[in-house]
């Protein structure tokens, strides 16, 4: 019997597959300008993980980990239909389940692509201040736990930017505190990655944001050093989320990417 998709997933356009896994704590629409950019020839599938947007509640003992998250994913596109081999765009904790996505569904993958995110797992200091801040949503509410990242998201031109700043905070206050107390002991619990990124030799795209204090540049040059068949790119005067503050920039490489497919 077939389970009740976790994920809400929303396409657009027709043509190879490509899905997108967001960021914590934001929503598909992070994914506005490349829906536009590749809907003619592509078909373009925004995910909504567990929780987050308009897919269904969920809470701490539903989803544990990233490779739960993963599940979640594969389950709700089979649900959609989408079993045929895809190519998986995630930023930042979208890029944590991508990368369990890989280690689980590898057959599944035409080509990867990682953005504004790492393979490292968390330090001790982080999961504690990350326990920290779950434990904020669930007494507080969100806006108390999430506002202090607001600033961390984006470079700090963009941060004058009114509709951009806009979007970031419906998105981030509008997250159920039990999907943020989900998803951040989740992202504490993940594996680090790092000795296993020489496995990955699909095709796989890494971008980085200039100016990204959440998942510096220098970090993700490193990473995609040790991946056999990445390409890296740095996006200029952009913070944590390259493809909402530099969209032609970004389109272009991911554009640039699908056509040597
Ligand atoms: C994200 O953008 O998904 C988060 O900043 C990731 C994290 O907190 O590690």
């Not at 997933?9 to 934001?26: C, K, S, T």
């Not at 995630?90 to 990867?112: H, K, V």
């Not at 998105?171 to 790092?194: C, G, K, N, W």
Request: charged fraction near 20%; glycine fraction near 6%; hydrophobic fraction near 45%.
């Amino acid at each position: 019997m077939p389970g009740k998709s976790k994920c809400s997933i929303e396409r657009h356009g027709d043509g190879p597959a490509i899905v997108f896994l967001h960021g914590y704590p934001l929503n598909r629409s992070l994914w506005q300008y490349q829906t536009d950019a590749l809907k003619p020839a592509h078909q373009v599938v925004l995910v909504d993980l567990p929780g987050f947007g308009v897919a269904p509640a969920t809470d701490r003992n539903q989803l544990k980990s990233m490779a739960d998250i993963a599940d979640a994913v594969e389950e709700s596109l089979q649900l959609a239909g989408n079993v045929e081999p895809i190519v998986l765009v995630g930023l930042s904790m979208g890029g944590y389940i991508a990368l369990e996505y890989w280690a689980r569904y590898r057959e599944r993958l035409r080509g990867l692509v990682l953005t504004n995110t790492k393979a490292s797992a968390d330090s001790a200091e982080a999961i504690e201040t990350r326990k920290q801040t779950a434990q904020k949503a669930m007494v507080s509410g969100t806006e108390a736990a999430v506002s202090p990242m607001l600033e961390k998201l984006l470079a700090k031109p963009n941060l004058s930017m009114p509709e951009l700043v806009t979007w970031v905070k419906q998105s981030m206050y509008s997250v159920p505190p039990q999907t943020i107390e989900m998803a951040l002991l989740a992202m504490a619990a993940r594996h680090d990655f790092s000795d296993r990124l020489a496995q990955i030799q699909i095709p796989a795209l890494v971008i980085a944001g200039a100016e990204d204090e959440i998942t510096p540049a220098s970090g993700m040059q490193q990473m995609a050093a040790r991946m056999p068949n990445a390409e890296f790119h740095i996006v200029p005067q952009s913070g944590h989320l390259s493809p909402l503050e530099q969209p032609q920039v970004f389109n272009h490489l991911l554009l640039d990417f699908l056509g040597k497919l």
